[in-house]
Every structure is written in structure tokens, then in C-alpha cells.
């Protein structure tokens, strides 16, 4: 089992900058591969992002790559959501979550843990 906590989330202008961080606590944080989700209002939960267990491999859902970078630090059971650019339309609650094993999946169905969550509004 592990526990996840999202922080980072905030107002901001368009344009700007955010990072959100996710820590695990609980079983090896370095056992899963991570994820980040989004989800505005009572709308699917979308995939964001997701890393390999030692970050090695990367993966972005088209509408944000070039923008946001995920990143993990297995020592500090922490993953990482740097978001650059932001739009209003990247407005939305973000989640972390956690994947025991070696796949990194896009579908929220195949997650096994996750955050509460972390509101972004990004204002134009």
C-alpha cells in the first residue's frame, strides 16, 4: 500500500508557471511507476503524464507535451509535475497516482493508488 499527497496547485495567469509534487509514503515508492491525471468538473479523468519506475522513460498526452515535465526522486518519494505555459484550459483538479510494476499506463482504471488531488485554475 502507499499513500499519496499532491501539493503545488494554485492560481495563476496564463502564461505562468506552476510544479506540483506528489509525496508517497508506505510500500517502496520505487516499486511503482507514477502518473499524473486531470479532470475538470464531473468530466473523464484524463491521463497528463507518466515515468518508469527509474524515470527513464517518459510519457505526455499530446495537448501538454513541450509544456509540462514529469520527474521523480526515488530518495525523496517524490514525483513531479513542472508545468510551464499554462492555459486555461489546462484548468482542472491534477492527480497523482501509482502503478505497482514495470508498465506505465495512460488509462485511470489501471492505477492502484491516488491522490486527493491538487486544484489548478490558470485565469486568462
Known amino acids: 500500500q502507499v499513500q499519496l499527497v499532491e501539493s503545488g496547485g494554485g492560481l495563476v495567469q496564463a502564461g505562468g508557471s506552476l510544479r506540483l509534487s506528489c509525496a508517497a509514503s508506505g510500500r517502496a515508492f520505487s516499486s511503482y511507476t507514477m502518473g499524473w491525471f486531470r479532470q475538470v468538473s464531473d468530466k473523464v479523468r484524463e491521463f497528463v503524464a507518466g515515468?518508469?519506475?527509474?524515470?527513464?522513460?517518459?510519457y505526455y498526452a499530446e495537448s501538454i507535451k513541450g509544456r509540462f515535465t514529469i520527474s521523480r526522486d526515488n530518495v525523496k518519494n517524490t514525483v513531479y509535475l513542472q508545468m510551464n505555459t499554462l492555459q486555461p484550459d489546462d484548468t482542472a483538479v491534477y492527480y497523482c497516482?501509482?502503478?505497482?510494476?514495470?508498465?506505465?499506463?495512460?488509462?485511470?482504471?489501471?492505477?492502484?493508488?491516488w491522490g486527493k488531488g491538487t486544484l489548478v485554475t490558470v485565469s486568462s
Open positions: 497516482a501509482a502503478k505497482l510494476g514495470e508498465s506505465v499506463y495512460r488509462a485511470e482504471s489501471r492505477m492502484d493508488h
Open positions: 515515468i518508469s519506475r527509474n524515470g527513464d522513460r517518459l
